[in-house]
């Protein structure tokens, strides 16, 4: 049975590149997150919790 993962957001320490996801399946595709920065190619990337802002942008953004 599928598990809807929560919204996160991946930020870049070396450049502050940064992108919010919305809630995906449990099955992630190749290329469906970058395992590096697109900006400057930095393989360190954070993942953190969005925050109340971010979730309401991104519930907005779903239902359009």
């Given at each position: 049975m599928p598990i809807?993962?929560?919204a996160f957001k991946?930020?870049?320490p070396s450049c502050g590149?940064?992108?919010?996801?919305?809630?995906?399946?449990?099955v992630r595709?190749?290329?469906q997150v970058p395992d590096k920065c697109p900006s400057c190619g930095s393989e360190q990337l954070n993942c953190v919790k969005p925050n109340?802002?971010?979730k309401m942008?991104?519930?907005?953004?779903?239902?359009l």
């Amino acid at each position: 049975m599928p598990i809807q993962t929560s919204a996160f957001k991946l930020i870049c320490p070396s450049c502050g590149w940064n992108k919010l996801f919305p809630p995906m399946g449990d099955v992630r595709l190749p290329g469906q997150v970058p395992d590096k920065c697109p900006s400057c190619g930095s393989e360190q990337l954070n993942c953190v919790k969005p925050n109340i802002t971010e979730k309401m942008l991104v519930s907005i953004k779903s239902k359009l």
